[in-house]
Every structure is written in structure tokens, then in C-alpha cells.
């Protein structure tokens, strides 16, 4: 009952991150299932199974807050299904123990994308003008969808940097879009590790807990994407992605021969005090950036005031 209590958590701060960012529920979630000792492909089935019902719940969310660009959920939707579907197949085929460190790897490249791409955000308000042709979302839909069944997570990292990028798209309407669309790809992963794994090797209970921890986590992420700060999420996510996949990695019999314990140990020790570090300094910036949104606005605010008499 515990550790159901336990992903229940898990699954309440994925969506909250991915709710608000549009990526970090699968590769969150899946991490923290690595961690505990689950086969990849299980871990992926699980997550995957439980965003199902997330996805439904950030859409509709997303779709009430008018965060939807719904020509993006059309064109994307269906090619990272298909995609995801195949790449369910793909992990299954796999050995388990030789899987688990690939599958670290892509989740720890992915946490340093997600940890870069926010960090180098800019802080100002560009103009959102234009639309991404077919050319462009197709692929990337399909990429993002194979990537996500194989990784366990992969759809938001991907998609919404990319979508973010092209700067022809509201923020909060790239993540309602992402989130809304990913409800096919859980879909098509779903169905890909139903037929590969069936329903025996996938713990259903576990399935339960992430999806209600997501399910109250989604309209409270949809709310929030127009107040919290992206980035202090974004280091917090991508800081635990980092170090849990990392820690898998150097306990493979591989990395203990080369490092050792003890090395692994240290380094462990020293990725957790740099993340904790970048999260104290970017929680610092952000104040000072308020601070001084808040004096500029009083600062207009004297100036425009009349004079008293």
C-alpha cells in the first residue's frame, strides 16, 4: 500500500511538471520506476498505460483554459501514435537487463535537454506569428513518438523545444497542444506493449496510482502554466532525471568495474549538490526578475499618475 501511495506522488509531480511545461511525465515517472527495479519495458507499459488517463485530463484541462492549437494536435496526433505503437514493440523485443542501461541513456540525454533548453530560455515576450507546415510536425511527431515508447518518455521533451523554438507559437499554446496530442501516442504505446507484453506482465495496480496522482495533478498544472515559473520546473525535472539515470547507469556491472563504488558513490554525491545548487540559484534569479518587473510597473504606474495639487 505504501509504494502504491508512493507513485501516487510520483504521478502527481510528474503531471504537475508536465502539465506546466509540456514534457517530464513519461521520463519522470519512467525514471523513478528504473530506479526501482522494474524492466524497461514494463516501466514504459506502466507509465504509458497511466497517461492515458492523464492525457485526457491535461487536454480537457488545457482545452477549457484555451491552451489548444488544435491544427497541431491534428497534424501530430496520429504519426506519433503509429510511431509510439512501433516503438512499444521495438523495447518489448528487447532483453530486459540489457534494455535498462539504453533506456537510461536516452532519459538521461533527454534530462539535459530539458535542463539546457530552460536554462537558455529568453526572458522576453516575443510575438507568436505564422504557422509550422506538415513537413515539419510529421517527422517530428514520429520521431518523438518512437522515442517515447522506447524511452518511456520522449513526446514532450522533444516536441515541445522544437515547437518552442520556431517561435511562430504561444508557449501555452505549444504545451496544451503537446499535452493534448499525447493522448494517441499513450494510445498507440498502450496497444503496442498490450500485444507485446499482455496484460500479465504489466502491474495494473501501479497503472492505478500513477494515473490518480496525474489525474488531480492536470487541471491544477493547466491553471498554473500561466503563473509558475518555467524555469525553477524545468531544473527541478530535469536535475532528478539526471540523477536517477545516472545512478542506474553506474551501478551496471560495467560501471562498477571501470569506477568502482566509491567513485560512483562521489559522483552521485556531486551531481546532487550541483542540482541542488541550479535549483537555489535559479529560484534566486526568478525573484530578482520579479522584483524588477515589479518596480518597472511601479515606476509607469508614478509616471503616468497626474500631479497632485
Known amino acids: ?166 517561435g511562430k507559437i504561444a508557449p501555452r499554446k505549444v504545451i496544451g497542444s503537446i499535452d493534448t496530442s499525447e493522448f494517441v501516442v499513450a494510445l498507440g504505446a498502450s496497444a503496442g506493449f498490450l500485444t507485446g507484453l499482455g496484460a500479465a506482465g504489466i502491474d495494473f495496480a501501479w497503472v492505478l496510482a500513477l494515473l490518480l496522482g496525474g489525474v488531480v495533478a492536470a487541471p491544477i498544472a493547466a491553471y498554473l502554466v500561466r503563473h509558475l515559473a518555467p524555469r525553477v520546473l524545468a531544473v527541478a525535472a530535469g536535475g532528478l532525471i539526471i540523477w536517477t539515470n545516472t545512478r542506474t547507469l553506474v551501478n551496471t556491472d560495467t560501471a562498477q568495474a571501470l569506477l568502482g563504488p566509491a567513485a560512483g558513490t562521489v559522483l552521485l554525491g556531486a551531481l546532487f549538490a550541483a542540482w541542488a545548487a541550479l535549483v537555489v540559484r535559479t529560484v534566486r534569479g526568478e525573484l530578482r526578475t520579479r522584483a524588477a518587473e515589479r518596480a518597472g510597473e511601479a515606476a509607469a504606474d508614478r509616471a503616468t499618475s497626474p500631479v497632485e495639487a
Request: glycine content about 14%.
Open 1 to 166: 500500500m505504501r509504494s502504491l501511495v508512493v507513485l501516487a506522488v510520483i504521478g502527481f509531480f510528474a503531471q504537475l511538471v508536465d502539465g506546466s511545461l509540456g514534457m517530464a511525465y513519461g521520463v519522470t515517472s519512467t525514471s523513478l520506476l528504473l530506479l526501482a527495479g522494474i524492466a524497461p519495458a514494463s516501466a514504459s507499459a506502466v507509465v504509458h498505460l497511466a497517461e492515458v488517463g492523464t492525457t485526457i485530463a491535461s487536454g480537457a484541462a488545457h482545452w477549457r483554459f484555451g491552451n489548444v492549437d488544435w491544427r497541431v494536435v491534428a497534424i501530430m496526433a496520429a504519426p506519433g501514435g503509429i510511431a509510439a505503437f512501433f516503438g512499444a514493440h521495438f523495447l518489448v523485443g528487447l532483453d530486459g537487463d540489457a534494455a535498462k542501461p539504453v533506456v537510461s541513456t536516452i532519459l538521461l540525454g533527454l534530462g539535459i535537454y530539458v535542463l539546457i533548453r530552460f536554462l537558455r530560455m529568453p526572458t522576453t515576450r516575443p510575438s507568436f506569428q505564422g504557422r509550422l507546415p506538415k513537413r515539419l510536425l510529421v517527422p517530428l511527431a514520429a520521431a518523438a513518438g518512437a522515442l517515447d515508447a522506447v524511452g518511456g518518455g520522449g513526446w514532450g521533451p522533444v516536441g515541445t523545444p522544437t515547437l518552442l523554438a520556431s
